[in-house]
């Protein structure tokens, strides 16, 4: 691979973008790769979290000088949204680490995943509007539904970069730490969830999704019900109830 480095380190996949003259910024060739990775991830029922960052800048947005000259239907062709789904449709738990910058379709890609831990250093924002353009790969869509819509607005009708604490403070991020921890807390926080049981967090995963595009409660509540009650008829939940009686730490096999 051109533009990554991708390794597996225990059950953890491991994804930096490593585009550093371009500050990391997205293009056709660095999706292209990340679609083929987050493919072979998806297959793997050894890969049980994966971790999105970078070495310095995370992704600073899309690569302008590819998009200056498309006209209406080039930039359809042009739009990562698919892709970025892709990610966001993962069953595993996701961690975006950010360093750097997170602009325009880096913060749009930070935002398909479950969870976003930065650096003291980390600088977000979605400057779209200061192109004649707005975000187009999730982030009016995505951003409101984590921050609430006035805050969304804030940061795209402005198209101002905000640094990593008040990133926290909105809950653009779960966690600020220094950038030489960055990594080492990810890889923490990853380890932890890779203790859990998968089938569960699968399931909690979907059911929080299921429950945020049901609009209505009721219907929401009898999904959950229903993935709640699923898990009973699993190996995972007789050896994490028997464990816990028992006083011993479990050992889920997934089944």
Known sequence: MEFLIYEIIG?????KINRPKALNALNPLVIKELDAVIKEIEESPDVKVLILGSNNHFAAGADIKGMVDCDVEEAKSFSFSNSLQNIHGLRIPTIAAIDGYALGGGLELALTCDF???SS????GFPEIN???????????RAPRLIGESKAKEL????????ANEAQRIGLVNQVVEKEQLMDTAMEWARKLS???PIALKAAKET???GLEEPRLREALKIEDQNWAGLFATSDQKEGMRAFIE???AVYLGK
């Open 11 to 15: 059950q953890i996949a491991v994804i």
């Open 208 to 210: 929080i999704e299921a």
């Open 247 to 249: 006083k011993r730490k």
């Open 156 to 163: 795209i009708f402005f198209g101002e970069m905000i640094d």
């Open 131 to 141: 192109l004649g353009i707005m975000p187009g790969a999730g982030g009016t869509i």
């Open 195 to 197: 203790e859990k049981a």
């Open 116 to 118: 976003r831990i930065a």
């Open 121 to 124: 250093a980390a600088k977000l």
